[in-house]
């Protein structure tokens, strides 16, 4: 065989599709766009997920949750990953060295997924609560260990008591004003509320009936004694 002998495998390499080059072609004239229209035309291509201007399926669909961008970066190790492991000490460095978790991650988590049945030292990465009681049920030991730090209690709130009247009773009189509002200094002339100014208005106007009535039926004898 001879450089000049090699060729592609057939089918591998199909030759460009030549359109507008006549009828016996098969893709003369219209070229495969067919007559008319926004695709026939050149420069007549809208964006990806248009829909004629409708609401597009993308936009439709409701959203939820979120891409952490730190889900590359930590990565997920199974009790059987670190039962094939030859190493004693599980640590990030032995982890990437093994191929179990990628070069670029920056932690890792130790899951309860398989059976670890050999005694290890988990050291500087994260242990979820059941891979915790796997290792140590199978012998191994947990060394500094990398966990979400816990928040700072709340310091309780104090509730104070309302004051007692007495004691209400006593500043006042020390300010010089009545204890309460309701008892001590009598209203004024103007203080009056809404209804007891009602009432002596329509007192007001009783009386004035009264002596209007009065006054019509002393003129009506009058005159009839005339």
Known sequence: M???DIKPAPGSRRARRRVGRGIGSGFGKTAGRGHKGQKAR???????GFEGGQMPLQRRLPKRGFS???ARATAEI????????KA?????AALKEA???PKEASGAKLILSGKLTRKVTVKGIGVSKGARAAVQAAGGSLVDLREKPKAPPKPPVEVK????????KAKAKAKGEPADKGEGAPKAKGAQ???????????????KGKDAGKSKGADKSKGKKE
């Open 42 to 48: 050149s420069g007549g291509f809208h964006k990806l």
């Open 193 to 207: 509320s809404g209804p007891e100014r009602g009432a002596e208005r329509g007192g007001e106007k009783a009386d």
């Open 68 to 70: 952490s961008p730190l």
């Open 161 to 168: 008591a309302p004051p007692p009247k007495e004691e209400k």
């Open 78 to 85: 199974r009790l059987s990953d670190v039962e094939k492991m």
């Open 88 to 92: 004693e000490t599980i640590d990030l």
């Open 99 to 101: 191929g179990v978790v």
């Open 2 to 4: 001879h450089l000049n």
